[in-house]
């Protein structure tokens, strides 16, 4: 990494600052320093105003920046540590963004580190940014979400009759491990009315291999996240189930053929929303339709009921409607779509 990937989102960030009529913001979480620098590391902080960008971190990882990051004036994090105020040479420090995320102890050292300072909150201004990916971005997503769709097809052609919900998950992660960087989030396998509880924790329940099965997966692959829902519909569902799905699956290509920019994440909620709330299932569908997914698995854009962030090309966003009747069954139908000029790019391949 000779220069930073990530330098527009970087410059564009140090515009805020300066907008805010902040001296310094200082970003302590681990995704948003990669996602502004490239650089992940457990242990920095980087600094922007006033025109200057300082990565602090400790002496373990300041070799291997310097060496990867060479644009990148990187100094010692203890600096930070509120033992004494910070000093860096033209910068006083009267107004100072953070964000809201660092812990209750952190921010009484930020205090001591910055005694002058009136403290302003950056973290949604930094996720913002990171909503509007890059085009390595986005592609680093196709790359994660067709592995998905790789191992979605090998674990699928695994699974029999006979093995348990842990069995079903426990060969995916597998998989994830052995092809890409693990599993971006626990992998979520319900079956048959488990299914109903949307975040169910795969357990014993064993799969006698007539009962449907709903799989949320997601493997991590060069830092980024996948994500993606399927169903394992039996050869001859319940005309309950066989309605629910197709209504579900409605919901979900109704809700990607609305996707534009300039529409709000909360507008594109309410076309599937809607559209099962028409056929009676409003209340059956108690989570937000979807989310972002980048470094990290929920990202910006949330489009939940008045999410009020517009969409605009290069955003990622999943389309996840899921009707859930409790102790009968369930259904969630999801994909991860790319925002373009015109509408999206739908990037989840598997048969649905
Ligand atoms: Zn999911
Ligand atoms: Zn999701």
Known sequence: MKKNPFAERLAAFAEK????KLDAAVVFNQANVRALTGVDCDNACLLVGGGRVVLYTDFRYTAAIG???????????KKLNGKKPLSVRGLSFGAVGYESVITHAKFLSLE?????????????DIGELRAVKTAAELDALRAAESLNDEIWAEA???FRAGMTERDMA?????LMIERGEGEAFETIVCVGRNAAECHHVPDDTVWNGREPVLVDMGVKLGGYCSDMTRNIVPARPSPAYKKVY??????????????????????????ARDF????????AFGHSLGHGVGIEIHEKPFAAKNGKTVLRPGMSVTIEPGVYLEGNLGVRIEDLVLVTEDGCEVISHSDK
């Open 67 to 77: 060496r990867t990051a060479p644009w990148l004036k990187v100094d010692d994090i």
């Open 246 to 271: 197709a209504l579900v699956l409605e919901a979900n290509r109704r809700a990607i053929a609305a996707v534009r920019p300039g529409m709000t994440a909360g507008a594109l909620d309410k076309v």
């Open 276 to 283: 099962l709330a028409g056929n009676g299932y409003g209340k």
């Open 17 to 20: 600052v300066a907008a805010k």
């Open 112 to 124: 001591k580190t910055f005694p002058k300072a009136k403290f302003t909150d950056i973290l949604e």
């Open 156 to 158: 699928r052609g695994r």
């Open 170 to 174: 426990r060969i995916i992660k597998h």
